[in-house]
């Protein structure tokens, strides 16, 4: 082979890899929320709301489904989604650090499922111009479930947020916990810069701004203050974890790493 | 569950698809109108059941006292020439 042929074929595969880098990063958040709101059921304060947190769960591992079988196919390692999600160790995992973090009570899975939200909202509507055909696909699927969330949740925000003063102390004390976590959600690295170049991923840098308006809204109608935004040191989507990951990997997997290829 | 106690009930009607009327389907509990909406979604709309979703409180519904059902409805049932089943159907029509 000439090496401009060489040359070639190693660009394709490094392509191919961030590629599949990139939608594990896309798919990762979902499914972890999606875990963690499973572990709502049976808890939630009414059983409409166990409902609607199950849906909601439901629709995000629908999501990662989509998004990890994608990454599958175009890994060409045959690993399937379930392989993807099951055998995977959590630093091979590329979520957000906030997706991670524990449910801690009603207001603090609100609160996050907020943030994300609204993020998933902006990322999938500008996913859904994506030049991949295949991504701009399940994006398009994505975004309307993405903004049913959106609407649940700043409903519970601006419910718990401007309810009582328990509620609002509660919220507000969790908005601070989680919101050093929203850095990393449109702090754009190496790997995002290429493939919003490419046409296959979104700006994030643009997107901040979106996102910065849809949650000021949510926060300002729910009487809550901003807090401030600091450097983080956190960077879950280069499959760099907190401790909380390996936990919930540990039980999700649990069943996969003990009994490998048991179905039912 | 003690919060679903202060929570009214709200009645949910569904309509199943444009161009059908909305039809009763149960209840469900919620803080106001627009959670009322969520849970029925998140109830009763998660198989396609519906395209449209009415949510009514169920104290504001009156409902026909059963004491008094002999009085509303008794009346009707001697009276069957209002139901439309004296006229000849023509041979050819098939779809009545």
Known sequence: MSAAVTNAVAGAAVQTVSRVHYLLRLADPSLILAQQLGAWIGHAPAIEEDLGLANTALDLLGQARLLLEYAGELEGRGRDADALAFLRDPSEYL???LAEQPNGDFGDTIVRQFLIDAWQCELYERLCGSTDARLAAIAAKAVKEARY???YSSGWVVRLGDGTAESHARMQAALARLWPYTQELCAADELDRAMCAEGFGADLDALRDAWS???DAVLREATLARPADAPYPWQGKQGRHGEHLGHLLAEMQYLQRAFPGATW | MTTTNDWPLYEIFIRARGGLEHKHVGSVHAADARMAIEHARDVYTRRQEGVSIWVARSADIVASDPAEADALFEPARD?????????????EVETL
């Not at chain 2, 009276?79 to 041979?91: A, G, L, M, N, Q």
Request: hydrophobic share 25%.
């Open chain 1, 95 to 97: 979520n957000v650090t």
């Open chain 1, 213 to 215: 308006r849809r949650v």
């Open chain 1, 149 to 151: 969330h959106l609407r």
């Open chain 2, 79 to 91: 009276k069957i020439y209002r139901h439309p089943t004296f006229y000849d159907i023509p041979k």
